[in-house]
Structure formats: C-alpha cells, structure tokens
C-alpha cells in the first residue's frame, strides 16, 4: 500500500495554493504565482523533488532537492541548499501550508478546504494565497 501511495505521488504537479507567517513568504507572496512540481521516486526509495516557476522577467526560479526517507511511512527530510538547513520537521518554527493539483486550477470546494486549514494551522488570513496561474518555465 506504501509504495502504491508514493507511485501516486509521483509526477508532475502545480503549487495552486501557499500559506505561511514566514517572513520570506510574507515578503515575496504578491510576486508568487502557480508553479510546478515534479516528484521523482528513486530505486532506494527517497524523492526527488524539482520545482519551477517563471518569473515576470522571463527568467525561471528552479530548485532541486532530494528528499530521504525515513523510518516513518511517507516521511521524509532534505537539506535546504536556499536556506542551508535539515527540514527535519522536528523543529517548526512556522506553519506552511501547499496545495498541489495535477492541473493548474483549484475548484472553490479545494480553495476553501486551504484556507480553513491554514487558520486551523495558525496561518493568518492575509497568508493564505490561492496563487495567480502562469506560464510554465520551458524545460531544460
């Protein structure tokens, strides 16, 4: 059943819905718009994760991370070559909260499922962001 679940988990996927009180997010969430995810499952069982967006002058934000897995079904952790942290999760220190969705939209049913449960996370109502479609980076 595990690895059924990861194989759904793979593939390409649009962020359509971000939500935090982090102050990166707090000062970038106006310029943020749909992106996409492509989740990778290795042979040893950890992910690869690769994120792109394009930006309004053209050019891409793209980020690469491996995520290994842990004991814990469905847990994982990477390091952050952005922030040159572990995201363990063993420490929070914000709430953040992402929807992804295998098409660029979000139903209004999915958009208010988000924004309840970034208040039910902490998030404050002004951080809780459907993000704006865009064009997708071309790929490399």
């Given at each position: 059943?595990?690895?059924?679940?990861?194989?759904?988990?793979?593939?390409?996927?649009?962020?359509?819905?971000?939500?935090?009180?982090?102050?990166?997010?707090?000062?970038?969430?106006?310029?943020?718009?749909?992106?996409?995810?492509?989740?990778?499952?290795?042979?040893?069982?950890?992910?690869?994760?690769?994120?792109?967006?394009?930006?309004?002058?053209?050019?891409?934000?793209?980020?690469?991370?491996?995520?290994?897995?842990?004991?814990?079904?469905?847990?994982?952790?990477?390091?952050?070559?952005?922030?040159?942290?572990?995201?363990?999760?063993?420490?929070?220190?914000?709430?953040?909260?992402?929807?992804?969705?295998?098409?660029?939209?979000?139903?209004?049913?999915?958009?208010?499922?988000f924004t309840q449960l970034a208040?039910?996370?902490?998030?404050?109502?002004?951080?809780?962001?459907?993000?704006?479609?865009n064009a997708e980076c071309p790929?490399?």
């Amino acid at each position: 059943m595990r690895n059924t679940l990861m194989m759904l988990m793979s593939g390409k996927w649009y962020t359509v819905a971000l939500a935090s009180n982090a102050q990166w997010f707090v000062n970038h969430k106006a310029g943020i718009k749909t992106g996409t995810a492509v989740i990778v499952l290795t042979e040893g069982g950890d992910m690869d994760l690769t994120y792109a967006s394009l930006k309004d002058d053209g050019s891409c934000y793209r980020a690469t991370h491996t995520a290994q897995k842990t004991e814990t079904p469905g847990r994982f952790t990477f390091h952050s070559q952005v922030w040159n942290n572990d995201n363990t999760k063993e420490e929070v220190s914000e709430a953040s909260v992402a929807v992804y969705s295998r098409t660029p939209e979000s139903s209004e049913v999915v958009q208010q499922k988000f924004t309840q449960l970034a208040l039910e996370a902490g998030v404050l109502p002004d951080n809780a962001v459907i993000l704006p479609q865009n064009a997708e980076c071309p790929a490399v």
